[in-house]
């Protein structure tokens, strides 16, 4: 268990140091959202490109503590290139995991598992969900856009 725990934790600071997808770009297809977390600071946009049913890429900018901005450059690896579909799929078990709440346990989390330990810092829970809460929004919002 500690080694497990010692892994997690140096994928989170190796997403923290060398952040993937990181800064925005300016194009009007991408959907935006931005979310604030007042208890700690974090501050987060999550940019994300949906084109036929498909996640075609992810953005991110912001500022937080470890937690958070880690969390959303492992969100940005993961479900780039997925399906839309697939990842609510994800989102959802990733969300109900760090919630403590049952979760699809065959869906591949992958480096989003280390996020696990968060369920026993009850602060942190939020820290770890900001940047896929913003993501999920991103879905909701694509969702009510007709595709062209
Ligand atoms: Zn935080």
Redesign the pocket.
Known sequence: MHQLETLYRQIIMDHYKNPRNKGLLDDDRYIKNHIK?PS???DITIQTLIKSGEVKDIRHEGS??S??CSSASVLSSLLKGKTVDEAQQVTKSYLNMIMKQPFDESIDLEDALAYQGVTKFPA?V??ASIAWKAFEATLKKASEKTDE
């Open positions: 977390n700690c600071g974090d937080g503590c937690i958070c942190r939020k820290c």
